[in-house]
């Protein structure tokens, strides 16, 4: 029974509780008046009372003032003073008493009404307060289911991610790392390392790096976004990316908060990559050295042939009756001279057929030019046609690897001096230029061949397009991957005469402009 | 005799060696080797600047590298033989030119050498191309000779000649001359003597090489 208001006992108009007070009075009356007549008992002042309480139980205290005033005027009538209202000196005390019980009783049933009453409104605001206090909880509960379903998505997409989560409060050192953050540095996510032991764990050649991002730390840098090589307990490198930005407060107690990315797998594709596009652009180069491998035996058999002649021309000269010491030293000096031109040929063919990762340092383009054209040379010879080097002097140095770009200089002249192979009606005259323009300098190779049929112009550079019988189409499609990955562009178009003309121009000294 | 055409200077001049070769390590080494057997050399850079020269008076070889900047050395061969140069020519190659020594040797060429050669090869390649030079002007000069002297005779002394080494007798022929054959003995004399011919048989091979025997007249 929680129910705030009784039902047995009604929140009855006040007219209904008067009414029930007159009603107990007059029930009262009749009872006494039955009893004196049947059973010569006289029981009034008890009954009037019960009447009396009944009336203050049920109506309070206004209802039950009127019940005593009736009894009192009933008992005065009926039994102090038969049939009249006047009262007798020696009745007043009887009277009195009555009255005094009567509002004695009245005044107690009303006191004992209110407590019931306040009674009663301290329970319901009990109850109200106690389902106030259920439905929070209520609240409450799914809230926090919530909540846990929604950590086990973030750590699920941290996991499926590899995006680890940390905080670190500058002032403390104290690190909070998310459960995929201590799996990707294997540590365990209640482990928090003490800046000594994670820097143990860097790989010594990224340690001045993550150094400088914490020297960045203490100097109150907003941002953070670097990468950094990872040593797992196991023995296993880790790609690790972050980023992260500063939390600043008040009080100066700053907090850095970032994400941690394990990107091996993108960085070891990377660098798979990189090792194919090397591996794929060495091999092109030993490819197009092997098309042109007559050419160059030539080339550092001219000299070879030059020395052994001089050398026994030089023995024939100290043989005769009276040696000629002059003729002798000419012969020395030209053996001298054709020993250091083959040194130079077999040089500059190592450095292409050598396997290196690239070296960018700062060079003469036009130094470049002229080695690949020495390559070159005797195949355009061999081809019935002829080379112009209209290089620009004092040309800005560029910053790219020196093999490479030889590798597109040789390739270019060698693809010009190809397409001009089924020329006959004109000269076949190939024409490389140098010249700087606006920040870039620019290399072109313009040959006097076919030219390419403009609707081919589009995919020259593609891989596996290719205008030749026997052509693999792998050239321009690696020229064009070494001239971006300098930076620069590479681009080709007929000329208004016959043939056509490469060009590729390259940043001047990018790494000084970013 | 001072009438008649003057036959081409004797091979009296030194023999001379032309290289011609682009690269100046193989082209200079040339020259002093051959110099160093005393040997007179002139070096060019390219066919244009050999075709510059004045053809030579004595013998002479070529020594030519088969791939050249602009003409190919089997073009220039081809150059020389249409301009009636027969300087006898000694090829050198590269590596791996094999179909291009095969068209040069049915060309012509009197030697094929790679590079690097031995000295000796060369040497002997030039000296037998220039001896090979010599005999050609020798026999050259030799019917020069035989041409300016046949070229004095009378033309009786022609037909006289003619008729007499083809094998007729001295009365055979005056028979068919209609001379007497005291004359046609004078005109064969005269006609010796002319040619510098020392006896009939002489007479006979130097009437060969002029080519005055046709087939046909032989047949008859």
């Known amino acids: ?514 | 005799m001072s009438r008649a055409p003057q036959p081409p200077a004797t091979a009296k001049a030194e023999p001379i060696v032309f290289v011609v070769d682009d690269d100046p390590s193989v082209r200079e080494a040339l020259g002093s080797l051959f110099r160093s057997v005393g040997l007179q050399v002139e070096l060019f850079g390219s066919a244009a600047e050999f075709l510059q020269r004045k053809r030579p008076d004595g013998a002479s070889c070529l020594v030519l590298d088969i791939r050249l900047p602009g003409v190919s050395g089997l073009d220039f061969q081809g150059q020389l033989v249409k301009a009636n140069i027969r300087t006898p020519i000694i090829f050198m190659t590269g590596h791996g030119d094999i179909p291009m020594s095969v068209r040069a040797m049915k060309a012509g060429a009197v030697d094929f050498l790679a590079k690097p050669f031995r000295d000796q090869d060369m040497l002997d390649a030039v000296a037998a191309a220039i001896q090979r030079d010599q005999q050609a002007r020798e026999a050259e000069h030799a019917a020069a000779v035989l041409r300016t002297a046949y070229e004095s005779l009378t033309a009786r002394e022609r037909e006289v000649m003619a008729l007499v080494t083809s094998g007729l007798m001295n009365k055979q022929a005056a028979g068919q001359l209609g001379l007497s054959e005291i004359t046609v003995k004078i005109h064969r004399g005269q006609a010796m003597r002319k040619m510098k011919a020392k006896s009939l048989a002489d007479l006979v091979r130097m009437a060969e090489s002029l080519g005055l025997h046709q087939p046909k007249e032989h047949a008859s």
């Open chain 1, 1 to 514: 029974m929680t129910t705030s208001s009784p039902a047995w006992r009604p929140q009855s108009p006040a007219i209904l509780a008067y009414a029930v007070a007159i009603l107990s009075v007059m029930t009262a009356l009749a009872a006494a008046l039955l009893l004196d007549s049947f059973l010569h008992t006289m029981p009034y002042v008890s009954l009037f009372l019960c009447s009396i309480m009944f009336a203050a139980w049920f109506g309070g205290l206004g209802p039950s003032l009127l019940a005593t005033v009736l009894a009192i005027l009933l008992f005065t009538y009926f039994f102090v003073d038969s049939d009249s209202f006047g009262i007798a000196p020696n009745d007043i005390p009887r009277v009195v008493l009555f009255g005094m019980t009567a509002l004695f009783v009245v005044s107690l049933s009303a006191a004992q009404r209110r407590s019931e009453q306040s009674l009663r409104h301290a329970r319901d605001q009990l109850q109200g307060a106690l389902q106030e206090q259920a439905r929070l909880n209520e609240a409450l509960r799914a809230e926090n289911a919530e909540r846990r379903r929604v950590q086990a998505y973030l750590d699920e997409a941290q996991r499926l991610s590899r995006t680890g989560t940390f905080s670190w409060k500058v002032a403390t050192g104290d690190v909070f790392w998310s459960t995929e953050g201590g799996r990707i540095m294997e540590l365990g996510s209640t482990v928090e390392p003490p800046i000594d032991v994670f820097l143990q764990r860097v790989h010594k050649d990224d340690l001045a790096l993550v150094q400088g991002e914490l020297e960045r730390v203490r100097r109150g840098e907003p941002e953070y976004d670097y990468e950094f090589r990872w040593l797992t307990p196991a023995g296993s490198t880790r790609h690790l990316h972050v980023r992260a930005h500063r939390v600043r407060s008040e009080s100066g107690d700053d907090e850095i908060v970032g994400a941690l990315m394990d990107v091996s797998e993108t960085r070891e594709a990377q660098e798979a990559l990189n090792a194919a596009q090397t591996a794929l652009t060495h091999a092109a180069r030993v490819a197009t050295l092997g098309e042109m491998s007559a050419s160059i035996a030539h080339e550092v058999n001219q000299p070879l042939a030059g020395i052994v002649t001089n050398g026994e021309a030089a023995l024939r000269w100290l043989d005769r009756s009276e040696p000629e010491l002059g003729e002798v030293r000419s012969a020395i000096e030209r053996m001298v001279r054709d020993g250091k031109r083959a040194s130079q040929v077999v040089e500059r063919l190592r450095a292409l057929v050598r396997k290196a990762p690239a070296q960018i340092l700062p060079l003469e383009l036009n130094e470049v030019i002229a080695e690949g054209a020495a390559l070159v040379r005797r195949e355009i010879h061999n081809h019935r046609a002829t080379l112009q080097l209209d290089l620009a002097r004092d040309l800005p140095p560029v910053v790219a690897d020196r093999v490479e770009l030889q590798q597109v200089v040789i390739n270019l002249m060698v693809n010009g001096v190809q397409a001009m192979e089924p020329v006959t009606d004109r000269p076949r005259r190939l024409v490389v230029r140098s010249f700087a323009q606006a920040d870039e300098v620019v290399v072109s190779v313009g040959d006097s061949g076919v030219g390419i049929d403009p609707a081919n112009m589009s995919r020259l550079f593609n891989a596996f397009f290719t205008t030749k019988a026997d052509g693999m189409g792998m050239g321009l499609s690696i020229c064009r991957s070494i001239i971006e990955s300098h930076g620069g562009r590479i681009w080709a178009s007929n000329n208004t005469g016959p043939g056509m003309t490469f060009q590729f121009a390259l940043p001047l000294r990018a790494e000084d402009a970013s």
